[in-house]
C-alpha cells in the first residue's frame, strides 16, 4: 500500500512502513515537508496494519539535509517559536508511539531529518553515511528535541562535543559514539532493516509497547517514579491475551500464536 504526500513517500509492506524523505535534490525541509511528516507518522502510529515504522530517504545519497534555509531568511522569534513547536509535535509524536521505530540512514544526514531518526529505538545506517548537528555554523540549535535526545543518547559532555563542533561523523565513528546501532553496505540497508523490522512485527504488539514506554519515559525520571511505571506497565500486561498465550505457549512448547498476528 502506497500513501500519497508532495515531499513523503509512505508505503507499507508487510506490516512495516516506510516514511521517505522525498525532496528533491537534497531533502532539505520547508514548511510543507515537516508538516507532511507530522501528518505522516501520525497517519503510519494510528493505522493498526502498521506494526512497525521505518524513517527512510528516496533520495540517493541523502537522508536529509536539514532545513530549507530560505525559511529562516528573515524570521523572527514569534514565527520561530511556531516552527519549533511543529517540531516539538513530531519529536512527541516519536518518543509516545506505541510501536517500535526504526531508522534506515543513507548518505548524507544532517538536521532534521537526523534529528528525527534520534527519537527512534535503533538506527542503521549505511557505511557510507556522514551523521551531523552543523547548526552551530547559522548561529542556531537543532530544534526537533534533540539537545533533550542527545544528552539522553551520547551523555552529557559527548554531546555537548558534538553540537559545539558541528563536524560530520562517518558512519563508522557514530557507531563508536553511540549515534547509530548497526551499519551496513549501502545496497544491503533497505533488506536489513525490512527483515529486523518484520521479526519485530512478529511479536507481540503490547509487549513491545510496553518495552518501548518503560524505556522511554522511565529514562525522563527518578528511579523510583520507573518502577511505578514498570509496576503498572507489567500489572497491565497480565491481563493481555498475548501473556496468556505465552505463558501456555511456553509450558506446552508449541510456538505461540499472538493477538493481531
Known sequence: MTRGFEFIRLQIS???????????????????????????IATALTDPEVRVLVLASAI???????????????????????????CHEIARLLRSSPKPLLAAINGTAVGGGLEMALHCDLRFASSDAKLGQPEI??????????????????GRPRAIRYLYEGRLLGAAEALTWGL??????????????????????AKPAAAL?????????????????????????AT???????????VDAF????????AGS
Do not use: C
Open 60 to 86: 540517493a545519497g541523502y537522508f536529509s539535509a536539514g532545513a530549507d534555509l530560505h525559511e529562516f531568511e528573515g524570521m523572527k522569534a514569534p514565527n520561530m517559536r511556531g516552527w519549533v513547536s511543529i
Open 14 to 40: 508487510a506490516r512495516v512502513a516506510w516514511l521517505e524523505f522525498n525532496r528533491a535534490p537534497v531533502n532539505a525541509f520547508n514548511r510543507e515537508m515537516v508538516l507532511e511528516v507530522r501528518e505522516a
Open 209 to 233: 509497547a510496553a518495552i518501548r514506554t518503560t524505556i522511554t519515559l522511565g529514562g525522563g525520571v527518578s528511579f523510583e517514579e520507573g518502577m511505578a511505571l514498570e509496576l503498572e506497565t
Open 180 to 201: 547509530v546501532d548497526e551499519v551496513v553496505e549501502p545496497d544491503d540497508l533497505r533488506r536489513r532493516v525490512q527483515d529486523y523490522a518484520e521479526d519485530l512485527a
Open 236 to 246: 497491565a500486561l497480565a491481563d493481555t491475551s498475548d501473556f496468556a498465550e505465552g
Open 251 to 258: 509450558l506446552n512448547k508449541r510456538a505461540p500464536r499472538w
Open 137 to 154: 555554523r547559522i548561529a542556531f540549535i537543532p530544534p526537533i528535541a534533540t539537545t533533550q535526545a542527545l544528552a539522553r543518547l551520547l
